[in-house]
């Protein structure tokens, strides 16, 4: 079974400065990656996906990822944060086999960006 | 493009009544929709997949006659939360994954705020 861990449950950052949002996942053969952002009650939006190739994914809004198997991580960075990034982050596992798993995404439990001014 | 809808965005219904969110993508065709649970604070969880012409499939845990799927059509699928209770109160979200583009990505609707009195 598939598995995400987002180990910081709330991280703060000074405006301006750099970000990482953590990511492991547990998947038993090469999975898509995504990564999400969610202002509060409003829907998900993708912010980049990992799929195969370049393991350097960048994304909208200046976000990047890196996709490292042999860590099992898929990180999120941003060299310098704006107080708009303030969120909630969420990296997603979905399955690439046939069968009935095929398109389920696993979210991990999400980081809680707080943006200092 | 990629757009999908949800309706409505809000409901506020009683105990026992029945009620309906609509997933609707809006510019492309969409075989199987998805439908996730978000509990304040927490991740999403999958509810279930959707498949247009054929049943549900349910993750386990969730009651499938309690929630009653049907999807219609390549751009409609339908949560009906039935009898429900304060307990079902949640942040409904439905995704969508476009068939053309041949690959994992699902595309989220704006999210249903449902709450049961």
């Known amino acids: 079974a598939q598995s995400v861990t987002q180990p910081d449950i709330h991280i703060t950052v000074s405006e301006g400065a750099s970000l990482e949002l953590r990511c492991n996942y547990s998947?038993?053969?090469?999975?898509?990656l995504f990564w999400y952002v969610q202002s509060p009650g409003q829907g998900l939006q993708l912010l980049l996906k990992?799929?195969?190739?370049?393991?350097l994914v960048q994304g909208i809004k200046g976000f990047e990822a890196e996709f490292k198997r042999s860590q099992s991580s898929f990180n999120l960075r941003k060299p310098s944060v704006h107080w708009s990034d303030a969120a909630e982050y969420f990296c997603?596992?979905?399955?690439?086999?046939?069968?009935?798993?095929?398109?389920?995404?696993?979210f991990g439990q999400g980081t809680i960006l707080t943006v200092h001014p | 493009g990629a757009v999908v809808s949800q309706h409505p965005s809000r409901v506020i219904c009683k105990s026992g009544t029945s009620v309906k969110i609509e997933c609707r993508s809006l510019?492309?065709?969409?075989?199987?929709m998805f439908w996730y649970r978000q509990f304040p604070k927490q991740s999403l969880m999958l509810m279930a997949t959707?498949?247009?012409?054929?049943?549900?499939?349910?993750e386990q845990g969730v009651e499938k006659d309690k929630f009653l799927i049907n999807h219609a059509s390549l751009t409609l699928s339908t949560l009906t939360v039935t009898s429900a209770h304060p307990e079902d109160s949640s942040f409904y979200i439905c995704?969508?994954?476009?068939?053309?583009?041949?690959?994992?990505?699902?595309?989220f609707g704006p999210g249903t705020r449902l709450t049961v009195l």
């Open positions: 959707s498949n247009e012409g054929s049943k549900a499939t349910y």
């Open positions: 510019d492309f065709q969409a075989t199987t």
């Open positions: 997603a596992v979905g399955a690439n086999a046939g069968g009935t798993s095929y398109g389920k995404l696993t």
């Open positions: 995704s969508a994954r476009d068939i053309a583009r041949g690959n994992n990505e699902q595309f």
């Open positions: 998947y038993g053969a090469t999975p898509y």
């Open positions: 990992y799929f195969s190739g370049d393991t």
